[in-house]
């Protein structure tokens, strides 16, 4: 099993930047060839999709609601991956997760429920 760890989060004005970090421990050959993805949830929301990124990184997809502002990315060898976020906004307040998904050497993907693995989540606020 790999646990999964977020950090980076915090509080932050609107227009500004953060890098979340998602560090992987245990199974850590698991985390290289597995999709990886980040989520978020606001206070009396359920959890959304935010991005995704391929075992190899060749592939990303995200959200539109953070579409261009919004670049995953992941460091294989250090079993780390990232979420920078640019030109943040107050509607991007939430608990940040990061999440291995079930399909081995695939693409990933959005839906939750292909997501076996979580880390606890790192609260970002962003203040107007």
């Known amino acids: 099993q790999v646990q999964l760890e977020e950090s980076g989060g915090g509080l932050v004005q609107a227009g500004g930047s953060l890098r979340l970090s998602c560090a992987a421990s245990?199974?850590?050959?698991?985390?290289?060839?597995?999709?990886m993805g980040w989520f978020r949830q606001a206070p009396g929301k359920e959890r959304e999709f935010v991005a995704s990124?391929?075992?190899?990184?060749?592939?990303?997809d995200y959200s539109d609601s953070v579409k261009g502002r919004f670049t995953i990315s992941r460091d294989n060898p250090n079993h780390i991956l990232y979420l920078r976020m640019n030109n943040l906004k107050v509607e991007d307040t939430a608990v940040y997760l990061c999440?291995?998904?079930?399909?081995?050497?695939?693409?990933?993907?959005?839906?939750?429920?292909?997501?076996?693995?979580w880390g606890q989540g790192t609260q970002v606020t962003v203040s107007s």
């Open positions: 999440a291995q998904h079930r399909q081995m050497y695939g693409l990933g993907s959005s839906p939750l429920y292909e997501y076996e693995y």
């Open positions: 245990g199974r850590t050959y698991s985390y290289n060839i597995y999709p």
């Open positions: 990124i391929a075992w190899d990184g060749s592939t990303t």
